[in-house]
């Protein structure tokens, strides 16, 4: 904890774009309340970058290749019960 920079929650509060700023760059900044450790501002783990999202429709692909859907289309189950006609 040596190396960990400190700030004070008011800081924090009027230069968050800059605490960030270098969280971002591998710091991690300890915030302080009247002296004493009260938080630790750390950089995020895991992936860096782009979000990436399964792919729910090649998924359904793959789980239904080949599968036969049996029965009534929704959309005439609902017209049958609204009791609309074509």
Known sequence: MSNMKT???RQ?????ASVLAEVQKGQEIAVTRRG???A???PATGAQGHLRWPDSAARM???MSGATVK???PSELVRDLRGERL
Do not use: D, E, S
Request: proline share 0%; charged share 15%; glycine share 4%.
């Open 7 to 9: 700030t004070t929650v």
């Open 12 to 16: 924090v509060q009027h230069a968050l």
């Open 36 to 38: 004493k450790v009260v």
């Open 40 to 42: 630790r501002i750390v």
């Open 61 to 63: 692909n793959r789980l």
């Open 71 to 73: 029965g009534t289309a």
